[in-house]
Each structure stands twice: as structure tokens, then as C-alpha cells.
């Protein structure tokens, strides 16, 4: 048999590696010997792990998407905690996962000055935003983790993900902010930044927000 280590090993931007047979144990070796500054995502599912390397577009979309939910959060007033690209992972399901950007609203109380989750006592984040998911292996996990609303961005569209009966099926409305059209809004916001830029979309984006309340 032969072992390689994690140095070793080089994952291309927009690319994926997946390795198979991986015991929780070195599973949590892997994670601490990457490290927490890293631009690699991981996600863990039934001793199957995938670790990619976003593209920098992807890295862009995940940032302009994510300051879009603060301006909506902001706007509506709706308490918060961020909590970016944590790794959630719960070892009696053996499943882990990384978010581009996850978001507690629902249960915001509970994680005030949390540094460190625990998914035997601490919930899922309330959304999670990925860009690109195509992964069986993501959603897998994430539905095992028991994450409510995933909004995903792919081919320039938002789709909403909703969990149901322990599976996700797509919804044309956000639960978290259901008097508002998320996905034509995020999907117009995102495209337009590639010509407007992002300090001016997101100033836009804002001013379209307090419009809707207003109406």
C-alpha cells in the first residue's frame, strides 16, 4: 500500500479530489493538518471525503451573495450570527461539511459568542450559500446535518433548497425571507456585478430592499 501525505497532493482551482474509506479519526487529522486558513472546502459523508479548490469566480459570487443577506437581514432588522465556511461535522452520522457562507437567524440566540461548533448540542445553521454545488456528496451531508435552507448558485441562477422529510426539494421562496422574490433578485444582483461592480450592485441591491418594504 502506498501512503501519501496531504502535502503531496495538489488540487487544481475548479477541480475535486475524493477519497474513499476515510475513518472519522484520519478524517479529523486531515482537517487539522489543512488547517483553517486554506482555500480548499471539505465535505465528509459516511467515510467518503471530497476536497475541492474553488475557482476565483466562485470565490467572488460566494462574497457578493453573502453581503446580499446582510444587507437583507439588515434591512428587515432579523438578528443574526455569521459564521462564513465553519466545518459542521457530527461524528455519530459521520458527516461533515464546509459552507461558502452559512448564517444562524432562527436560533442566532443560542450561538452568541460561540467559538467552536457542537453539533451534539448546537443546531445547523439556518441557511447555508453554496456556489456551484454539484456534489452528492455536499447535499448528503448537509441533509444528514439537518441544514433548513440551502440557497445554491449555479450557471448565474439562484435555486432555493428547502429540507423536507429529511430531503431537499426546491422552492421558489425563501422561508427565512418569504414576502421577498430572492431568486429573481439574487440572480439579477449577481449578473449585474460583473458589469456595475460590487460596492455599486451592492448599493443598488439595497436600495431595491428598503423599496420592497417600503411597498
Known amino acids: 500500500m502506498v501512503t501519501l501525505q496531504l502535502r503531496q497532493i495538489s488540487v487544481p482551482p475548479g477541480h475535486r479530489l475524493l477519497l474513499h474509506d476515510v475513518k472519522w479519526q484520519e478524517f479529523e487529522a486531515i482537517l487539522e493538518e489543512l488547517g483553517e486558513h486554506r482555500g480548499s472546502r471539505i465535505a465528509y459523508s459516511q467515510e467518503t ?22 444587507i437583507l437581514i439588515e434591512e428587515l432588522e432579523i438578528d443574526f450570527e455569521p459564521f462564513g465556511s465553519t466545518t459542521f461535522k457530527e461524528k455519530s452520522m459521520l458527516q461533515g461539511i464546509e459552507a461558502d457562507k452559512s448564517f444562524y437567524i432562527q ?3 443560542l450561538m ?3 467559538k467552536r461548533i457542537d453539533l451534539t448540542i448546537d443546531p445547523p445553521p439556518d ?13 448528503d451531508a448537509y441533509e444528514a446535518l439537518g441544514v433548513p435552507e440551502i440557497w445554491r448558485y449555479e450557471n ?6 428547502v429540507l423536507e422529510d429529511g430531503k431537499y426539494v426546491e422552492s421558489e421562496i425563501s422561508p427565512i425571507f418569504p414576502n421577498l422574490p430572492i431568486i429573481e433578485a439574487i440572480s439579477q ?11 455599486q450592485t451592492l448599493r443598488l441591491f439595497r436600495k431595491w430592499v428598503r423599496e420592497q418594504i417600503q411597498n
Not at 444582483?189 to 460596492?199: I, K, N
Open 107 to 109: 436560533n442566532y440566540a
Open 189 to 199: 444582483y449577481c449578473e449585474q456585478s460583473q458589469t456595475a461592480g460590487t460596492s
Open 112 to 114: 452568541i459568542g460561540k
Open 127 to 139: 441557511l447555508a450559500i453554496e456556489v456551484d454545488l454539484t456534489s452528492k456528496i455536499q447535499l
Open 156 to 161: 448565474k441562477r439562484l435555486q432555493i433548497n
Open 49 to 70: 471525503l471530497e476536497i475541492r479548490m474553488p475557482l476565483p469566480e466562485h470565490e467572488f459570487n460566494k462574497e457578493i451573495i453573502g453581503d446580499m443577506v446582510r
